[in-house]
């Protein structure tokens, strides 16, 4: 991760009816400055905000002209339709992972981001424990799976979703074992690649967070610890991270799975959640 300024970057603020208790203590936690009366598109002093509204904590850029809010939404918009008419086991990220007939596997995803990966591989049917070392980014996370929760309807898929607000290389060097069946990650790459930047979270995750400089460091400690295989989204047309090259590779229109195999799947056929 690219070491920046967050401090003087990022400030909090409460909108109507936001929790200013959770505002309080996420600025604290970070040493950011809590800020009163502010409209986004005319801030000059910091380029983004976390505001805390009705409906829980968004990053916003602020200035004219800025990308709307982000924030972890399990219920409604794209994910909810991607819940119902995504195409189930057909698409590409479950046949990465393996997940076919009798094959359920556990997935750690390394670099959990809004968690919208993980939820569709928890929508069908994988318990999937999420690591994700931006406290920025877990804030959202973590406040998106606890409204999901509230949810006739997703509040099942969630109870097989774990967050663990963790540098993800840190956490897979201390364990002991193998972590789950299959380590996904998704890694963000500072590159200049304008198809990098269509999604307006790239647009403020990217001078907040950094890019994933060692992504190279990360995909050999998911090696360490898959027992199975390492699936690596990227681009379609990016080049494979440096190192190991992968086993296979899945094609779709915009993105590729970039699959390392361990060893045969097969030995999960018929078990329980990982």
């Known amino acids: 991760m690219n070491p920046i300024d967050i401090k003087a970057s990022l400030a909090v603020t409460v909108s109507t009816s936001g929790d200013e208790v959770a505002a309080t203590g996420f600025a604290q936690r970070l040493g950011l400055e809590m800020l009163s ?3 986004p598109t005319k ?4 380029p983004f905000l976390m505001i805390y509204g009705q409906d829980g904590p968004s990053l916003v850029e602020t200035g004219k002209g800025a990308p709307g809010p982000v924030n972890a939404d399990f219920v409604s918009g794209k994910v909810d339709h991607r819940r119902k008419f995504g195409g189930g086991k057909g698409q590409l990220i479950a046949k990465a992972v393996g997940l076919k007939s009798g094959i359920t596997p556990h997935v750690l995803d390394a670099t959990a981001g809004l968690g919208r990966d993980a939820f569709v591989l928890a929508s069908l049917g994988c318990q999937v424990t999420l690591l994700e ?8 996370l ?10 006739y309807d997703v509040a099942p898929i969630i109870s097989l979703m774990t967050m663990i607000n963790e540098d993800s290389i840190e956490w897979l060097s201390v364990q002991n074992e193998p972590v789950a069946d299959v380590v996904y990650l998704d890694p963000m790459f500072p590159d200049r690649d304008k198809s990098s930047l269509v999604k307006k979270e790239m647009r403020l995750f990217k ?22 295989r390492v699936v690596v989204k990227r681009p379609r047309k990016a080049p494979a991270i440096e190192g190991v090259k992968p086993t296979l590779k899945l094609e779709g229109k915009s993105s590729r799975y970039d699959i390392y195999t361990l060893k045969s799947m097969e030995g999960l056929r018929g078990s329980s959640l990982g």
């Open 142 to 151: 973590s406040t998106g799976l606890e409204q999901a929760r509230l949810s």
């Open 133 to 140: 070392r931006s406290p920025i980014v877990a804030e959202l």
């Open 37 to 39: 009366d502010v409209t």
């Open 207 to 228: 001078p907040l967070v950094g890019g994933d400089l060692d992504a190279e460091a990360l995909l050999s400690a998911a090696l360490e610890k898959a027992r199975y």
């Open 43 to 46: 801030e000059r002093r910091f």
